[in-house]
């Protein structure tokens, strides 16, 4: 029965979106006898890189964790809830705010290699793009012990007295921009694993300086969460989904 329903998950079609996202469930209790297959968990990775990120800066990376003696650390840092102790797999999605100066440059590499054209002939638009991460995003970015931040903060304010201004370039802002693009790429792994009938679980629920020293991370990076990964046991979603009414979300203006 255990290698008919392990043949059935291998087989099944890929699942459209709507598909995806309805059968995607945060699963506490993994199947402790279905691997995964590592390089379909790692295709879902490619997809999560795909997802949109603030200023294309991409100031995230992913942890891929398969290796039994850091798994069982990592379940410790976790807290030892079940979806960490029972995963087969731990993607772990790491912010890199610090990395701002490196992405910038790559983007910059990026546009000149595309418009491959001296610079005095690059167009307004093409211009505006080189500019946006020659002179924007270093006067939106740097940083010291958040002194900085509300020194522009307070002058964009002033701005903003007389004309639509971008605010938040305080340095608790660029941590959230970070995380939320973090978030977007983690929901779209999980959509995809979803789609090929994986199962995941994020937690927020870990001890995070301990995540960071198991996997040796520098300073300036921040744990933005750890999902396990598996496939769902018969006991693994712990109720029906729950959602308050729509109507109480939703308005139309």
Not at 152 to 165: D, E, H, Q, S, T
Not at 193 to 206: F, H, Q, V
Not at 213 to 226: T, W
Request: net charge positive; charged share 25%; hydrophobic share 40%.
């Amino acid at each position: 029965m255990l290698a008919l329903r392990s043949l059935c998950l291998y087989m099944t079609t890929e699942k459209t979106v709507t598909e995806a996202i309805q059968y995607r469930r945060s699963v506490r209790v993994f199947d402790k006898d279905i691997e995964l297959d590592t390089e379909k968990v790692k295709n879902c990775l490619h997809n999560a890189v795909l997802a949109p990120t603030s200023s294309n800066l991409q100031l995230w990376e992913f942890y891929h964790i398969t290796d039994e003696a850091v798994l069982k650390q990592l379940t410790e840092a976790c807290l030892g809830q079940n979806a960490a102790k029972t995963a087969k797999q731990l993607i772990v999605v790491v912010t890199r705010k610090d990395l701002w100066k490196q992405r910038a440059k790559a983007n910059i590499k990026f546009y000149e290699q595309l418009f491959d054209k001296p610079k005095e002939e690059y167009a307004r638009r093409e211009k505006f793009a080189i500019n946006y991460y020659k002179k924007l995003i270093p006067t939106i970015y740097p940083d010291f012990l958040g002194i900085f931040g509300w020194l522009k903060y307070a002058v964009f304010n002033c701005i903003g007295l007389f004309r639509p201004i971008y605010r938040q370039v305080r340095l608790s802002d660029l941590r959230i921009v970070a995380h939320k693009s973090a978030g977007l790429a983690a929901q779209n792994f999980m959509i995809s694993m979803a789609a090929i009938g994986y199962d995941t679980c994020p937690m927020e629920g870990s001890d995070t300086l301990r995540v960071k020293k198991i996997l040796k991370l520098p300073r300036g990076a921040e744990i933005n969460m750890v999902i396990g990964c598996g496939v769902r046991s018969e006991k693994g979603i712990y109720g029906p989904r729950f959602r308050v009414p729509f109507e109480s979300t939703y308005t139309e203006v």
